[in-house]
Nanobody, 116 residues
Framework: QVQLVESGGGLVQAGGSLRLSCANS????????MGWFRQAPGKEREFVAG????????YYADSVKGRFTISRNNAKNTVYLQMNSLEPEDTAVYYC?????????WGQGTQVTVSS
């Protein structure tokens, strides 16, 4: 069973930074591609960033390219999202999941709010 728990969200001013963490307390996901997703109020959940099982390949939505960095530590069963130069449009609940996502793996997410 995979149990994903996101943390690290908060309130930050535009231009600020946050680092999100996604810890898996269940079976290892070290051989699985992972992704970060987000859902803003009134909008559908969207893909933000993805990383291969080894961490050697990363890819991003155009809206965050150059500002966000996804990484992982397989020894700690954890995936990270470093978010820099945050914009009010980045305000959302952020989730991690496998890539492609599985419906039974969605956690509670972590709220990120960027003030202008």
């Amino acid at each position: 069973q995979v149990q994903l728990v996101e943390s690290g969200g908060g309130l930050v001013q535009a231009g600020g930074s946050l680092r999100l963490s996604c810890a898996n307390s269940g079976r290892t996901i070290s051989s699985t591609a992972m992704g970060w997703f987000r859902q803003a109020p009134g909008k559908e959940r969207e893909f933000v960033a993805g990383i291969s099982w080894s961490g050697g390949i990363t890819y991003y939505a155009d809206s965050v390219k150059g500002r966000f960095t996804i990484s992982r530590n397989n020894a700690k069963n954890t995936v990270y999202l470093q978010m820099n130069s945050l914009e009010p449009e980045d305000t959302a609940v952020y989730y991690c999941n496998t890539k492609p996502a599985r419906n039974d793996y969605w956690g509670q997410g972590t709220q990120v709010t960027v003030s202008s």
